[in-house]
Each structure stands twice: as C-alpha cells, then as structure tokens.
C-alpha cells in the first residue's frame, strides 16, 4: 500500500490540472461511498508549492498510510478496501472504514494531533451519506501554521512564509518522525 518514494514525477502542477484532480478525486469518493456504504478516510498530503508529487511528499504519506492502518487495527474497525494512488494534486489514499464517522473523524484529528508528521495530513473523513466531517463540526479552531502560531489558511493567503522555508520544516518534520523510528 506504500508508494515507492524514488518514482516521485516531481511534476509542477498547474492550477487547471489541480482543480481538475480534485474533481477527479471526488468521483472516485462517491463511487467508493456508493460501492461500500461506510464512512471513507480520504488522505493526502499538505504540500505547498507546485510540486506535489516528490519523494518527501511520498515519505510522509507513507507514514500517513501506516499510521491509519495501526489506528483502524488499534481501533478494532474494520477496513473494507483501500488504496493508494498518484495524481496531479500529489499521492492519495481511500479507506473505506467500519466505524463510526464521527468517532473515526475525531480519531483522526487526535492522529492529526500527536504524530509527528500528522500536521502535514489532510485526513479528511466523508460519512456514508457523503458528508464530509470537518474540525467546524467538532468546534475545533483551524489548523496553525506549520513555522508559527497563525492559521495555515491566513500564513497561505498573505504569503507569510517562503516555500523554502515551509519545505525545509516539512523535512525536519519528516527526520524527526524516521531517527525515532515513528510509523
């Protein structure tokens, strides 16, 4: 289920080919809620700047895919199909999840919240219904910035920090997570 790091097309996507990758994700969101009838984790990686798909962003993923899979096994909840791909918008994965929506949205927030590299997760979780669970619904504040105490949202919008600098906090993040050996 991890994708192999090297293979990375390290392609600059352009804003049409983001746009229509996100699309494109949201079919295959409703087709796997349509098939299954269980609350789906759909995840990917926050990546700034154009290249989405590189080996840092596949490293961090993978990260990301075993610790859903502990979580879910922990959890006693069964994973019914998953699966991990590659798109313009950079790597993806679908779990389809017996649980509870709402207890497997805040299980993710929590994962989100303790792992090292959880801040660099975008875990979102869609009910069978296709509602998608959000921090708002939990009255949880917006996620900070990854360099200061900021909303993300706010330090993205006003170009606050460099991509250097974001991209050199995601490696050190990502080094942390490995020298302690954290899936």
Not at 101 to 115: P, V
Request: proline share 5%.
């Amino acid at each position: 289920m991890h994708l192999l790091p090297e293979h990375a097309t390290c392609h600059a996507v352009s804003i049409p080919e983001l746009l229509a990758s996100r699309d494109e994700r949201q079919a295959r969101q409703h087709a796997w809620l349509t098939r299954h009838c269980a609350p789906l984790v759909s995840f990917t990686v926050v990546a700034p700047g154009p290249i989405k798909d590189s080996e840092l962003t596949r490293r961090i993923f993978n990260h990301g895919i075993t610790a859903l899979l502990t979580l879910a096994e922990k959890s006693g909840w069964i994973v019914r199909e998953q699966s991990t791909r590659v798109s313009a918008s950079g790597p993806e994965g679908l779990l389809s999840i017996e649980a509870p929506a709402h207890d497997l949205k805040l299980a993710t927030i929590e994962l989100e919240h303790s792992h090292p590299l959880g801040r660099l997760w975008d875990l979102d979780v869609l009910t069978p219904e296709g509602e998608i669970l959000s921090r708002r619904h939990f009255t949880l504040p917006a996620r900070r910035c990854l360099l200061c105490e900021q909303s993300a949202a706010d330090c993205a919008r006003g170009k606050t920090h460099t991509l250097s600098e974001l991209l050199i906090r995601m490696e050190e993040l990502l080094h942390d997570a490995d020298s302690r050996n954290i899936d």
